[in-house]
T-cell receptor, first 116, second 112 residues
Framework: GAVVSQHPSWVICKSGTSVKIECRSLDFQATTMFWYRQFPKQSLMLMATSNEGSKATYEQGVEKDKFLINHASLTLSTLTVTSAHPEDSSFYIC????????????FGPGTRLTVT | DQQVKQNSPSLSVQEGRISILNCDYTNSMFDYFLWYKKYPAEGPTFLISISSIKDKNEDGRFTVFLNKSAKHLSLHIVPSQPGDSAVYFCAATTAGNTPLVFGKGTRLSVIA
């Protein structure tokens, strides 16, 4: 149980275009989803927290107009990188926390974004 | 200010021996601690957790120890296997729907 999927697993896009990444909890309802970014050889950086049906809470330094997060249902959250630039190239990982437990977060496999 | 610290970026251990990964935290409000394992280009996988009301939790080859007075926890893997080679993240959180705070990770290499 507690499976989280992400789509796509990798994407290459041109500078200035937008990219949408989907995160789904497959076998549980995720009341809260989190979006992380990982740079090479660095830790996971929390970008935002989203609760189903409400606006996402962004961490300091994360541009909410650039990284649009939507958590429209208990099983789906999306991250849209708008007007992508090469510096947005990174590994994006989502995680979900549901009614299975209060503390554990279950992570998706990640999405490698490359902006050319 | 880094609230969760993993001071050893890497660790090498012989197969069959014990691996000990350490983690320190500064926020006394943390009351739940977790360890995750991560392979390159994959999401972290939950390994084991411990509540602040306990000082030890065991699951197969994995044991987590918590020393609240020292604000220190450790993950013991015994016996270590080559498949355990990965980056291990320590994470902590408080009660309620707050996100996990992660350390920077320790890369474990188990040598056959």
């Amino acid at each position: 149980g507690a499976v989280v999927s992400q789509h796509p697993s990798w994407v290459i896009c041109k500078s200035g275009t937008s990219v949408k990444i989907e995160c789904r909890s497959l076998d549980f309802q995720a009341t809260t989803m989190f979006w992380y970014r990982q740079f090479p050889k660095q830790s996971l950086m929390l970008m935002a927290t989203s609760n189903e049906g409400s606006k996402a809470t962004y961490e300091q330094g994360v541009e909410k107009d650039k990284f649009l997060i939507n958590h429209a249902s208990l099983t789906l959250s999306t991250l849209t990188v708008t007007s992508a630039h090469p510096e947005d190239s990174s590994f994006y990982i989502c995680s979900a926390r549901g009614r299975l437990g209060i503390y554990e977060q279950y992570f998706g496999p990640g999405t490698r974004l490359t902006v050319t | 200010d880094q609230q969760v610290k993993q001071n050893s970026p890497s660790l090498s251990v012989q197969e069959g021996r014990i691996s000990i990964l350490n983690c320190d935290y500064t926020n006394s409000m943390f009351d739940y601690f977790l360890w995750y394992k991560k392979y390159p280009a994959e999401g972290p996988t939950f390994l084991i957790s411990i509540s602040s009301i306990k000082d030890k939790n065991e699951d197969g080859r994995f044991t987590v120890f918590l020393n609240k007075s020292a604000k220190h926890l450790s993950l013991h893997i015994v016996p270590s296997q080559p498949g355990d080679s990965a980056v291990y993240f320590c994470a902590a959180t408080t009660a309620g729907n707050t996100p996990l705070v992660f350390g920077k990770g320790t890369r474990l290499s188990v040598i056959a």
